[in-house]
Nanobody, 121 residues
């Protein structure tokens, strides 16, 4: 079992910045996919930024150039630096990981509990 715990959300004015963190604990051999999704009220959950299995990054078009995903493998933590925030970035942000708990190829998908980001205009 793996737990993902997000932190760093809050209220910020438009144009401001926030840094989200997601710390993973438990049995982790490797991360296959690791990143961030968000869900705004009345909308579907959408991808924000992820590390793919090959180690590259994918970003939603709406956040390219403003958000940066990074990771600290030693701490089993992934970050999302969000700059130049806009009111439309307001959402609950969820950490997501596809984890291999051992050297076998079996993978499990985990979600964090979510952290609220509110951007005021």
């Amino acid at each position: 079992q793996v737990q993902l715990v997000e932190s760093g959300g809050g209220l910020v004015q438009a144009g401001g910045s926030l840094r989200l963190s997601c710390a993973a604990s438990g049995r982790v051999f490797s991360f296959n996919i690791w990143g961030w999704y968000r869900q705004a009220p009345g909308k579907q959950r959408e991808l924000v930024a992820i590390f793919t299995s090959g180690g590259s990054t994918n970003y939603a078009d709406s956040v390219k150039g403003r958000f940066t995903i990074s990771r600290d493998n030693a701490k089993n933590t992934v970050y999302l630096q969000m700059n130049t925030l806009k009111p439309e970035d307001t959402a609950v942000y969820y950490c997501n990981a596809e984890v291999r708990p051992s050297s076998s190829l079996t993978r499990y998908i985990y979600w964090g509990q979510g952290t609220q980001v509110t951007v005021s205009s």
